[in-house]
């Protein structure tokens, strides 16, 4: 064993890497913060949504026969419209031989434009009640309503029963939809009619404490006395016949612009319109009515004379903006039209985003499927052909190897390393680089070897300047022609090294990765990774071998030709994914990179979530380095072109791409339980998670792994997929910011030993 003269043991000044590690780690939390935003941006905006197209529980009618004994008989048998002053319920009747013509459940891009322009076309005012889920989302209808002289009311936001909210619940629903009103047309209103009512004498007991509530809040509560039923699309006839009243009776007449399908409405109502003139009918809005009333009381009591009907005078729409037939609008001002213009431009954000996303999914969706298809057709076709009896790499290769072991601050792992190194079936010469370790690294390499009577063993010690510097001294001092690198928290099997090496008999191989696994598995995180690890070896790099394009030699376990390393340049410090940068320069240098699964190597993955943030952040953003770095590739010609012309692509695709939009399908399932359907949404997640266990089984299978761990797939999938979906959208957002990482050391506690029985 040789060794190098060790630094001195003085305090030294940070180096410009330390330096920048630490500017490039204050630049993080920012980055981190914004991701987390975007995320809570996007579920705000689904959540939105969701809340406009669905009713979000409590959407039951009131019960047939129900008591009434706490409303007044006067309210049961009086008119269509209750008002409140100075405590008192009193009711409105519509005058004889008018018509107060009413709307339910719109707006409605199809129909609601039709009916304003029939009603247009025969000048005939009417009153829209609103639902104000669906004003928000189209606000010029609104508009157009209130500009052409038609009166609003409010018709819940969600249209919900309200006879069985909390108080809280009601608030809302009307807050809410004067606040859309407000957006869209700049006013509010004091009309209300409840979802699923009809004539005052259904009021029950349920019912009225609301009705009585909102109107000591100013409003106005409006029923029907004639019901068209256009609902149960009866046909035009009987639309026409039961909206008409009896003899020459008044009445508020329900019909409704949305809701489903409203042709018959359409070509009913000019029908309507028609046929109750002739019978010497005008019509009027619902403030017409009120108005109309308190006109003829108070000339009543000038002149001692009876109430008349004054229906002459509510002819006709007000196209001028007269606050005669609008006296139930009330122009929004302040806070008011403000936050209800935000409300209509969040809402227009989620229209347009939501569709966006549903679009995103189907792409993801399919990807994903596609993927997992590839990996295991592709997969099984690879073990197949390995696993043939005539299948040899070539000659046995037999000479000695150079295995380097780069090393900083690993006192905990390197002497499991060394130890598992000595029982190397395979010739080979062992370097240590200790990259300026603080904790006694070297010595404790000297130390192991001396104790295990490795005389094959070099400890070189050099000043910090990072994993890549640490891997090119090794490759420089190498003696000889393959290189084996390792990491220093990793150990191997007595045959992985001549299992590593077999596929240098052929010319044309210039590295080959070998079979990370998880040693510290006993852990939830650790589970976890191995799941993660097991498939990505066993089916991701199966498939990358198969089509030629290995993106990744990973760090833990790989071999290469030194002359090959020498070729490209070396391990470069461009980029924190230096495994995957050298691996892509090896395609393009002309390089044929394969797998090698038979040889396995122990590594200790992170133990905590932090650790874990903090490794895979690096790699997904050192990936996208390298993968920017080689886009050239992309033009390559020839056999080196290969991996610009498949493995760019794929990786792009399955490694970033998809992974980013991945979310869409864990946000739309929760999305389809709250608001469409929990029970089909449940039955489409399980299923995705059943191809992915079937996938996970296939690789679990091909490693000869315990399937018992297989168990902790559901749970990974629920919280550990979603700690890695922000990680790669972070590293997303650094790239498009342009901020750079440093290596960054993980804490070891060296607890995966020399692999025997482990299984």
Request: hydrophobic share 40%; proline share 5%.
């Amino acid at each position: 064993m040789t060794t190098t003269t060790p630094s001195r043991g003085r305090r030294r000044a940070p180096t410009r890497i330390e330096r920048a590690a630490g500017k490039a780690a204050a630049l993080q939390k920012p980055r981190v913060i914004l991701a987390l935003l975007l995320l809570l941006g996007l579920t705000s905006v689904m959540l939105l949504d969701g809340y406009l197209r669905a009713e979000v529980g409590g959407d039951e009618r009131v019960r047939d026969g129900a008591s009434s004994s706490k409303v007044p008989d006067k309210i049961l048998n009086g008119g269509p419209i209750i008002s409140f002053r100075g405590g008192q319920a009193t009711t409105t009747s519509v005058p004889a031989k008018t018509i107060a013509l009413t709307f339910d459940d719109g707006p409605n891009p199809t129909y609601t434009p039709q009916v304003l322009k029939i009603l247009e076309k025969y000048d005939v005012p009417a009153t829209f009640f609103v639902v104000g889920s669906m004003v928000s989302r189209y606000p010029g209808i609104v508009k157009d309503m209130v500009d052409q002289g038609d009166e609003v009311g409010i018709h819940t936001f969600t249209h919900v029963d309200l006879s069985y909210q909390s108080d809280a619940r009601i608030r809302r629903e009307m807050t809410q939809t004067q606040l859309a009103l407000a957006g869209a047309a700049g006013i509010t209103t004091t009309l209300f009619r409840a979802p699923y009512s009809s004539e005052t004498d259904a009021i029950d007991n349920y019912s009225w404490p609301v009705y009585e509530k909102l109107g000591e809040e100013g409003y106005t509560s409006v029923f029907v006395d004639t019901d068209s039923d256009d609902w149960k699309k009866p046909g035009v006839s009987k639309i026409v016949k039961w909206a008409t009243p009896s003899g020459t009776s008044g009445a508020s007449v329900l019909m409704h612009d949305a809701g489903g399908d409203r042709e018959q409405t359409i070509k009913a109502l000019p029908e309507y319109i028609e046929k109750m003139r002739a019978k010497g009918y005008t019509f009027t809005t619902i403030s017409g009515v009120i108005e109309a009333q308190n006109t003829a009381a108070r000339a009543g009591q000038q002149a001692n004379a009876p109430t008349g009907a004054g229906s002459g005078q509510l002819q006709g729409r007000n196209r001028n903006g007269n606050d005669r037939l609008q006296a139930a609008h009330r122009e929004a001002t302040g806070a008011t039209l403000y936050e209800g213009k935000a409300l209509v431009v969040a809402v227009a954000v989620a229209e347009y985003t939501v569709p966006t996303l549903s679009v995103g999914l189907v792409i993801v969706g399919v990807a994903v499927m596609g993927r997992f298809g590839m990996m295991l057709i592709l997969a099984r076709r690879h073990y197949r052909l390995r696993n043939k009896r005539r299948f040899s790499w070539g000659p046995t290769v037999t000479r000695p190897v150079t295995v380097i072991v780069p090393a900083y601050n690993e006192k905990e792992c390197i002497a499991n390393t060394l130890e598992s190194l000595a029982k190397s079936t395979h010739p080979i010469e062992v370097i240590v680089v200790d990259d300026g370790s603080s904790d006694g690294t070297s010595e404790i390499a000297r130390e192991a070897a001396r104790s295990l009577g490795m005389t094959n063993v070099r400890v070189i010690r050099q000043e910090n300047a990072g994993k890549p510097a640490a891997l090119n001294n090794g490759v420089r001092s190498a003696s000889h022609d393959i290189v084996v690198m390792m990491d220093g928290d990793t150990v191997f099997e007595p045959d992985t090294v001549r299992q590593l090496v077999q596929p240098f008999a052929n010319p044309e191989v210039g590295a080959v990765a070998g079979n990370a696994k998880v040693g510290n598995r006993d852990t939830v995180i650790g589970a976890w990774q191995h799941i993660e690890y097991v498939m990505g070896f066993n089916l991701d790099r199966r498939m990358y071998d198969l089509l030629r394009c290995m993106p990744t030699i990973p760090g833990a376990i790989g071999a290469f030709r030194r002359e090959a390393v020498l070729q490209v340049g070396g391990m470069s410090e461009d980029t924190l994914a230096e495994d995957t940068d050298i691996t892509i320069a090896m395609h393009r240098a002309g390089w044929r990179v394969v797998y090698q699964e038979h040889a396995r190597a122990w590594t200790e993955a992170p133990g905590s979530l932090k650790q874990l943030w903090s490794q895979r952040y690096r790699w997904s953003y050192g990936t996208m380095q390298a993968l920017w770095k080689h886009r050239k590739s992309l033009t390559d010609k020839g056999p080196s072109g290969r991996f610009g012309r498949v493995g760019m692509p794929l990786v792009v695709i399955f490694q970033i791409v998809t992974p980013v939009f991945a979310p869409l399908i864990d946000v739309f399932t929760a999305y389809s339980m709250i608001f469409v359907d929990f029970r089909a949404a449940l039955y489409a997640w399980l299923a995705v998670l059943g191809v992915q266990l079937v996938c996970a089984a296939y690789a679990f299978k091909l490693d000869k792994e315990k399937y018992r761990y297989l168990l902790m797939m559901p749970l990974q999938q629920l919280a550990y997929r979603q700690m890695m979906y922000l990680v790669l959208i972070h590293s997303c957002i650094t790239a498009l910011t342009g901020g750079r990482l440093r290596w960054q050391k993980l804490k070891r506690t060296g607890e995966v030993g020399t692999p025997a029985g482990v299984g």
